[in-house]
């Protein structure tokens, strides 16, 4: 006896974890579904990005940040430009120079282990779109509740793409209610109540693991205290004007007067020196200077004429210095993100 079965339409089917539908779907669009579904139907083939995107109809440019919303949403992770579904599954990602190479593997199953706390870490998060932001603005009391406190702090009423912003925190970042509502208070503190810097800070918070009122408060305490000591420095500095500080301007300042507590006096000799030598201020050289300092006791000008004293004595002239020119001079050749 012969048996014939005719699968029909499903000769023609392929596999979709259940994730993507029950966890992935939320905050995704077009895009990233086409470029998933795409994917996944071709797992047994080689692709690169335009394929993808003569396929799709996806820009080319957009195909990177569509497989990484994936990876953000746990259906796949990215490791040395490979990527691989979360736990088991039956496809293998690879990249060679940002063009993804798609091959079919399998996926060993990872010992189990210590559950992890979950952790956001996307750069630049998928907001939710209009339709889906005004829905659950009908339904999410909390939403709501973020809703009314931020226009009631920021003093106006908020955009759909505002609220859209809000509700990415609370959702996708996964901030606390009441973590949001004091990002919020310190971004308006800082003169800076706009929903852009509101987004930035949230972003980095959710990265960091702020989770609780108390690590936010935590936070907020060592930013300001990051941002006086950049007051200081400036200050000494003679700055006007100065701009938002970079990340490693807020580095160098937080280590000179917290943990080597440099007076504005030491700092503005250290800056004169660089500017003496160099013809300009530069984060760095400052940095060496004061380093050498710290290393050798240096505190106040009395400390730093008997450190130099002492060295016109035992040294040429020529080579007296509290700080090493030769060493300073290599510190000033390594690039500078300032």
Not at 22 to 37: A, I, Q, R, T, W
Not at 173 to 191: E, F, N, T
Not at 223 to 248: D, E, H
Request: with cysteine; glycine share 4%; aromatic share 8%.
């Amino acid at each position: 006896m012969s048996v014939t079965i005719n699968l029909g339409a499903w000769r023609s089917v392929f596999a979709v974890p259940s994730k993507i539908v029950d966890e992935g779907l939320k905050f995704s669009d077009g895009v990233k579904l086409k470029v998933l579904l795409y994917v996944l139907r071709n797992a047994d083939k080689e692709l690169d990005n335009k394929d993808i995107s003569a396929c799709t109809g996806v820009n080319v440019t957009d195909i990177p940040e569509a497989l990484d919303y994936w990876v953000n949403m746990g259906i796949l992770q990215k490791s040395d430009q490979v990527y691989t579904p979360v736990n088991n599954s039956i496809v293998e990602l690879s990249t060679t120079q940002d063009e993804p190479v798609f091959e079919e593997k399998t996926v060993a199953e990872a010992p189990s282990t210590e559950p992890e706390k979950p952790r956001f870490t996307v750069t630049k998060p998928q907001k939710p779109d209009y339709v889906f932001t005004v829905q659950q603005l009908a339904v999410d009391e909390e939403l709501k509740i973020l809703v009314s406190e931020a226009q009631t702090a920021l003093g106006k009423v908020l955009s759909n793409a505002d609220i859209s912003t809000l509700l990415m925190l609370k959702d996708t970042c996964g901030l606390p209610l009441d973590v949001i509502l004091m990002l919020i208070q310190y971004a308006i503190s800082i003169d800076k109540g706009n929903m852009r810097t509101i987004e930035r800070l949230g972003v980095s918070w959710a990265n960091d693991g702020v989770n609780s009122v108390e690590e936010a408060d935590n936070k907020i305490r060592l930013a300001t205290q990051r941002t006086k000591c950049y007051s200081i420095v400036a200050s000494a500095f003679g700055l006007k004007n100065a701009g938002s500080p970079s990340k490693k301007q807020l580095d160098y300042c937080s280590t000179w007067v917290t943990d080597w507590k440099f007076s504005p006096d030491m700092l503005r000799e250290a800056y004169e020196r660089c500017v003496d030598s160099k013809g300009e201020m530069k984060f760095n050289y400052i940095d060496g200077i004061l380093k050498r300092w710290h290393n050798n006791g240096i505190q106040n000008k009395n400390d730093l004429a008997d450190f130099e004293n002492a060295k016109k004595k035992k040294e040429p002239a020529s080579t007296s210095s509290s700080y090493d020119i030769d060493e300073l001079e290599q510190i000033n050749r390594l690039e500078d993100y300032e």
